[in-house]
Nanobody, 114 residues
Framework: QVQLVESGGGLVQPGGSLRLSCSASGRIFSIYNMGWYRQAPGKQRELVATTTTGGSLIYADSVKGRFTISRDNSKNTVYLQMNSLKLEDTAVYYC??????WGWGQGTQVTVSS
């Protein structure tokens, strides 16, 4: 059973940056497409960034040009570099396979506020 642990969230002002990390244990995740999802208060969870096994990077329009997803298969870890953060990026961020492959971790809270 894969366990996902997200970290790196926090409180940041608009225009600021954060780097999220997600470590996966229990299985080699290099064979999976991996993604970052987020859920804002009162909204459905949405997929914002994907890194495929073939090396493709796919972004939701709302984060394109500001967020960068990467992965280190040797560490079973996926990252999300978030720059130029906006108020509407406030959410709990989760990682998982794409499509969703395992149970959810606890997520990491990102709050963008002035």
């Amino acid at each position: 059973q894969v366990q996902l642990v997200e970290s790196g969230g926090g409180l940041v002002q608009p225009g600021g940056s954060l780097r999220l990390s997600c470590s996966a244990s229990g299985r080699i995740f290099s064979i999976y497409n991996m993604g970052w999802y987020r859920q804002a208060p009162g909204k459905q969870r949405e997929l914002v960034a994907t890194t495929t096994t073939g090396g493709s990077l796919i972004y939701a329009d709302s984060v394109k040009g500001r967020f960068t997803i990467s992965r280190d298969n040797s560490k079973n870890t996926v990252y999300l570099q978030m720059n130029s953060l906006k108020l509407e990026d406030t959410a709990v961020y989760y990682c998982n396979g794409v499509p969703i492959s395992w149970g959810w971790g606890q997520g990491t809270q990102v709050t963008v506020s002035s």
